[in-house]
Structure formats: C-alpha cells, structure tokens
C-alpha cells in the first residue's frame, strides 16, 4: 500500500475530530466577552500549532519519517507550553511530561495540559511506529494517546476517542493478519505481543468501573474484537477468558461455556431489548468459532442454538452470517445435510447483505450441500444466487452443479480434477469430495440399472468413467443395505441380480423345477450367466459330497470307474 492510500483517509478524520472536539463549546463560546489581545494570541496559537501538525504530515508523506516524528512531537511541546502558560503554571507539572514510562503496576493516568492537537500528533506518531514495527514505540505513544484522549484538558469526544480507537485496533489486527504468510516466526511473535499489549491497554483505560475512562460500549466491543484476534492467532486459552468476562458484563452465566442447555433460560431476559439480545448473539458468535475449532461437537450445538433462539436481537449481518456459516458446517458434520443448505443460504443472504466477499464462500457451501443431499432444486435458481452465476469463482460450481442433475459424471470429475474456479483450494469442500463423488455415482449407478434384472459389474464400472470393480461392489452393498436396490452380488460371475417384486431366489433346483411362476427369460447374456450359475451350485455340491466320503469309498469308486 502507497502512502497516498494509507492516508488518504487520515486528513478527512482529523478534520472531523477537530470539528467533533469543537461543537461542544461553540454555543457558549459566542457567549463570552474576553479581552481581544487574550484572543489575538490565542488565535495564533491555534494557527501556529495547526501549521506545524500539517507540516510535519506533509513530511510524513514525501517519505521524511524522522523528521515527521520530530515537527509532531514539537506540536505536542508548542501546545502543552500554550496550555500552562494560558493556565498560569509556571513549574514542571509530573502529568505533562512527553515520555511515558510503560510499566505492568503503573496506573493509567491522564496527562494534564494536553489538548486536541496532542492528542492527533501521538495518534500519527502511533501510526508511524506501526508501519515500521516498531512494537516498543507503538505501544509507549498508544498508552500516552490513552491517557491524552481521557484528558479533560484535550475536550476530545467521546465519538472521536472511540473511531480513533478502533481505526487503531483494526491496524493492529491487520498487522496480525498479513504476518500470518509474509513474516517470519519472530516478527509474527513480536507482532502478537505489540497487538495482546494493544488491547490490553485499551480495556485498561476503558474499563466500566476501574477505567480512567470509563466507557462500558468502547470496552465491549473492545473485547469482542480482541476475542476474534485471539481465535485467529488460535489461543484457545485466552479466549475462553475474553468470553467469560463479556458474559459476565452482559448479565448472562458464565456456565454458559459449559455448552449448558438450562444456563440460557436465565439469560432470556436479555432478548427483550435489542441490545441485549445482540450482546448474546455477538457473544455466541465467538464461542461458535471456538467450539468449531476445538471440535467440540456437543458446546457447538447448544451454542449454535442458543443463537438462533435470540429473539429482538440486532446484529451485524456478518455476525449473523458467521454463525449461519459455522452452524451450516456443524450439520455438515452430522450429514444433516437438507438443515446445512438452508444454514449456508442464510448465510450467504447475510453476507450479501453486508457486501463481504464471504458471500461466494458460502455459496459454494450452498451447491455443496445440496448436491449432497440429492436435491433436485438447482441453488442458482433462487434470485439471490441468480445474479452471482457468472463469477469467475461461481461459473465452475454452476457447470459441477448441471453436470451433477445431468449424471454427467465424467464432465463432474474433469471440472473436480482440473481444479476448475479453485474449488478444491477451500479445505471444506475438499473434505467433502468423497461424499460427491459417492452421491452422483450412485445416481449413475440407479440409472444405468435400471432397465436391467442382471448387468456386469464390469458395465457398470464403464459408466462409472472406469473405477474398479471394488469400488462398485461397495457402492452396491451400501444400495442394498440403505434399502435403496433389492438384489444380491454375484462376485464370482461378477454380476448385479435384481430381486423383482414376487420373485425370488428359491435355491439350486428352483431353476430346474416348474414352480407356476413366471420366469424372466432375458436377453442371451442373462441366460448365459444363469446356466454359469446352475453349473457354479452343482460343482460346490459335488465338492461337498467328495469332501463327506471317507478314503475308502473313494478307493472303491476309483476301481469301479477302471
């Protein structure tokens, strides 16, 4: 990313911020009578102090970082030194200092005599350190933007403070995100502690009761983003932690990471606010993912659940996707597959409705599913997958999914082999190949069969584009057991015999016995394979019969036969 991209939003929040710090006062500011010399100096000040933060962003930008960070640190000096002097304080004040010490026992305290124009200056100097990983730095100026943005001195809004707050906390978890495949072990390692160090700090300063500014929104949704880096650098651990704290804030049971069915009865009276009702949901979105990851199969469902039990709740559709997503992926599991394409399609609404690309993620899922469950309703004839056919990521699951209601199984397992549209770079769907591939074969084989009361399994295996015989005789038992195809296997003819309604398998002499039933003469293969069948029976019941007669007899029928 250029410069010019990373800041180009930058100029627009500053001006905001300086709009936001400003409306509060300007009522009463038009109010007061002070002497003009007083307002003429401090309108220099102002000026001054506004050159100097632009200057030293016009440096950032033509690629001078030292001496940016210097022009903005004396931005922070020139107004601090404004400020005393307007304030009448001549000596040192402890809380004004430009450095601030970063130590695990120290209170987090707000520094006096700094104002809105501080507060941007660290925040710039906060994004410099990022983009050049310097962790140490970042997270000195991050505590000190801290404790300038609870200054009553800076008169920062509680709006302002909170979108600074978490345009930071998005930069952190892209710095995590992008390591994850373009750094090494030690960068990524020093990178996860400057991110833990991060949001620590801000549910520090932001904390409900013991904050140095207390903001109960600011620290819950602090956490729930810190909970979602935590599952991405997969510390199980300190997730659970981060969970349990936000059900404690939101009034619900922290048995409820027990996977118990009973704890969300207490917890129902939450959903008759919306509020309460989304802190459940974005809560349970967490746990979801954790479960998933942990393979606990049993606190995924109860989870999974619970969520869907919410009532009045309004969260972000990418929450409610997420969740849709993973309960699809739980039923998946189950092979309850019919429940994980309305999951997956609820899912992909919600996606859609949020515009994230996720979307063709899950309407890949979506075919997945119902190819899975057999379903001859095409996915792509609803209007919403309708209008998302023809992306490149789509086109190839469109062409699978006619190959698939067409039992087109050699167009099915080119586009799978090829790789057509990436399907087989997502590890869901390649876990699912397998059971793709038994479905459509069994539709072939039902096909194929069905005009026949006995067929090869070597034909068979033809029209299966070539497997071996073996995998067609296990496709079969699993017919015959699952009830789906009466008949038995002939593996020494290797031949499929249908069992027709009113006909059945009477033994070795039914054959040769008139019985009064009609008796299906067949094609010259069919008849062929049956007399190969008589001359099988007759051969095992001469060797039963040699295998019963003791030597001596034996001996005897040799000399008769001489």
Not at 301 to 312: E, N
Not at 518 to 537: C, F, H, P, W, Y
């Amino acid at each position: 990313m250029s410069d010019s991209e990373d800041y180009e939003y930058e100029y627009d929040e500053s001006d905001q911020e300086a709009m936001d710090a400003g409306s509060g006062d300007e009522e009463d500011a038009s109010f007061e009578y002070t002497d003009d010399e007083d307002n003429q100096n401090n309108d220099e000040g102002e000026v001054a102090l506004e050159n100097s933060y632009y200057n030293a962003k016009g440096e950032r930008d033509s690629g001078e970082i030292d001496e940016a960070r210097e022009t903005f640190e004396s931005v922070i000096r020139m107004e601090v030194e404004q400020n005393k002097k307007e304030a009448g304080v001549t000596a040192t004040h402890p809380d004004d200092a430009m450095d601030v010490e970063v130590t695990s026992s120290k209170l987090l305290e707000p520094l006096a005599f700094h104002g809105p124009w501080s507060y941007k200056a660290v925040k710039q100097l906060v994004k410099l350190h990022l983009r050049s990983l310097d962790c140490d730095s970042a997270v000195k100026d991050y505590e000190r933007l801290l404790r300038v943005a609870s200054s009553p001195d800076a008169k920062i809004s509680p709006n302002a403070v909170e979108k600074g707050v978490n345009n930071m906390l998005d930069r952190v978890a892209s710095l995590i995100n992008n390591s994850n495949s373009n750094s090494t072990s030690d960068t990524t390692s020093q990178q996860e502690a400057l991110a833990q160090s991060i949001y620590d700090l801000t549910l520090k300063a932001f904390h409900p009761t013991s904050g140095i500014a207390p903001n109960e929104r600011l620290w819950f949704k602090t956490n729930l983003k810190y909970g979602q880096l935590l599952y991405e650098m997969n510390e199980t651990a300190k997730l659970q932690s981060v969970i349990k704290d936000l059900l404690v804030s939101s009034g619900q049971p922290t048995d409820i990471l027990e996977g118990t069915t009973d704890s969300f009865s207490a917890s129902s009276a939450m959903d008759s606010t919306s509020t309460g009702g989304t802190h459940v949901m974005e809560i349970a979105a967490l746990q979801i993912q954790l479960y998933s990851r942990l393979k606990d199969t049993k606190k995924l469902r109860a989870a999974y659940h619970r969520a869907m039990s919410v009532r009045g709740g309004i969260p972000h559709p990418r929450t409610l996707a997420l969740i849709q997503e993973l309960g699809g992926k739980m039923h998946m599991s189950q092979r309850s597959f019919d429940e994980a394409s309305q999951a997956f399609f609820q899912a992909f609404k919600s996606y859609d409705e949020a515009g994230d690309r996720s979307r063709l993620r899950c309407l890949k899922y979506l075919v997945m599913a119902s190819m899975l469950h057999a379903s001859s309703i095409n996915p792509f004839d609803s209007h919403e997958a309708r209008a998302h056919r023809d992306d490149p990521e789509i086109v190839a699951m469109t062409n699978l999914v006619q190959a698939f209601h067409n039992d087109d199984i050699k167009t099915f397992e080119k586009i799978l082999n090829k790789n057509e549209g990436r399907i087989m770079d997502d590890e869901f769907v390649r876990e699912h190949v397998a059971d793709l591939l038994r479905t459509i074969r069994t539709q072939v084989i039902m096909r194929t069969i069905g005009p026949y009361t006995k067929i090869r399994l070597a034909k068979i295996s033809k029209s299966l584009n070539g497997i071996p015989v073996e995998d067609v005789e296990s496709l079969l038992v699993s017919l015959i057991l699952d009830g789906k195809l009466n008949g038995r296997i002939d593996q020494v003819g290797g031949v499929l015999v249908k069992q027709a309604q009113g006909v059945a398998d009477t033994g070795p002499s039914s054959a040769d016995k008139p019985s009064g039933k009609k008796v299906d003469v067949g094609s010259v293969e069919s008849r062929n394979t049956a007399s190969i069948q008589r001359l099988v029976r007759a051969l095992e019941h001469l060797t039963d019969s040699i295998s019963n007669v003791g030597p001596k007899a034996t001996f005897h029928q040799q000399q008769v036969m001489m």
